[in-house]
């Protein structure tokens, strides 16, 4: 197949979204030769050329585009991509490791033909990739609910400050509480001691990291025989 035999994307695109049904909608994208058919996402696709979407209730979104530069056999066919959905801004979301398929069709099928390809070879891979792709993005919410909570509960110490929630590879809570304290080696003067406290939560559960400083003494004995008393303290049985 030459070049000057390539399919026209521009108009074999939105005759395949027909064929998808009413729900699926054609966009251009920002390149040449590509489309999105979308039905309503959640969220737009990442990188250029995403759209916006709002015909449905499915989620899903693939990508039509023909390889201008393809030698050999795969000149001229078309390739479909489905499209990875952007992660919520709620959550920090690691999803590179789940696929949501891809397929590449003879440019010379009719659009009935391909949209049943994409049907049988795609749509599969799509949705199983979606599915994983929202139980990762629950599962992350329900972490950071956790860590939340954790937090709140520990702002509710006196003199605390509010919970700031910072986010750059998960969730991190960050609190910090002045404690008031009389300096031996400073007469009755008060003082402050002060804990930092970061709550995060990841696969392995909910942790808590606290930085203490301008302990007293006395006060760094009382920590450190509270984490030995602990540690000393029997499993409890199941």
Same mark, same amino acid.
């Given at each position: ?6 399919? %026209?994307?521009? $108009? #074999?695109?939105? *005759?395949?979204?027909?064929? !998808? ?5 054609? $966009?251009? %994208? ?14 737009? @696709?990442?990188?250029?050329?995403? =759209? ?19 030698? @050999? ?34 440019? $010379?099928?009719? /659009?009935?033909?391909? *949209? =049943? ?9 799509? %949705? $199983? ?45 960050? #609190?910090?509480?002045?404690? /008031? ?10 003082? =402050?001691?002060? *804990? ?27 920590? !450190? ?14």
């Amino acid at each position: 197949m030459s070049s000057t035999t390539m399919p %026209d994307i521009r $108009t #074999l695109a939105p *005759a395949v979204a027909a064929e !998808l049904g009413p729900d699926w909608t054609c $966009t251009p %994208d920002e390149e040449p030769y590509r489309f999105w058919i979308t039905t309503a996402q959640e969220g737009r @696709g990442r990188g250029r050329g995403s =759209a916006y979407v709002s015909s449905s209730r499915e989620g899903r979104g693939i990508r039509l585009f023909v390889d201008p530069y393809a030698s @050999g056999r795969d000149i001229g066919r078309v390739h479909v991509h489905g499209r990875r959905p952007e992660a919520p801004g709620d959550v920090a979301l690691d999803d590179a490791d789940i696929r949501f398929g891809r397929i590449t069709v003879a440019g $010379t099928k009719p /659009p009935r033909q391909i *949209a =049943a390809e994409i049907r049988r070879r795609l749509l599969p891979q799509l %949705d $199983t990739g979606m599915a994983r792709w929202r139980e990762r993005v629950e599962a992350e919410r329900a972490k950071d609910g956790q860590a939340r909570a954790l937090a709140l509960q520990l702002a509710s110490v006196t003199g605390t400050t509010p919970t700031q929630h910072a986010r750059a590879s998960g969730p991190v809570w960050h #609190l910090m509480c002045p404690i /008031p304290f009389r300096s031996p080696e400073r007469g009755t003067e008060p003082e =402050a001691a002060r *804990a930092v406290v970061d709550v995060t939560s990841d696969a392995d559960g909910t942790h808590v990291r606290i930085e203490l400083s301008q302990l007293s003494g006395a006060q760094a004995q009382q920590v !450190l025989r509270a984490l030995e008393a602990d540690a000393a303290e029997p499993e409890p049985s199941n």
